[in-house]
């Protein structure tokens, strides 16, 4: 069967702990929207869809297996046969079976979602470059939180963001938004 769409969608680290009020402050309030905008579009196009879970090994953490944390928000429950990985770094293709699973798919190009986009967002893009796929980073459907640098100063997460894009575009991936992504779908989908 044929599909409007090749690429597969990536949603990372999209779970409950994500919306924990004692996170730092974060940019992007509308990246789960477009999240959703574009879960939307893949799934009315067929194109498959790749679920990462953020499953923590500290048994501190809100993300430790059987933690509401580690839950899917409830907008990006997988459905069907959409596939779900598992990871416990940040890196979604570290120990993973994402790679195996895409290549025997023969899944070349990528399309990045999620959170944080300084850590599971352009870990796993840098990865996903390096091994060989197409890879796309949605910016508005992606978000992180404010930190302090090296040097102590305390950098905003839309900073935070712009660095991380800007580190991974042309090198790693394209940057692309959400109405520029959906939009090419809605053009490829037959009449």
Known sequence: MSHAIDEALVLIDLQRAMSDPALPPRNNASAEANAAKLLAAWRRGGGPIVHVRHLSLDPASGFRPGQPGAEFQPAFLPMGREHVVDKHVTDAFAGSGLERYLHL????GLVFAGVATNYS??????????LGFAATVVSDACFTFARHDLGGALRSAEDIHLASLSNLNGE???????????????RAMPA
């Open 105 to 108: 798919r023969s899944i070349t």
């Open 121 to 130: 967002v352009e870990a796993t893009v840098r990865s996903a470059a390096c």
């Open 172 to 186: 790693y991936a394209a940057i692309r938004t959400t109405e520029a992504v959906v939009s090419s779908i809605a």
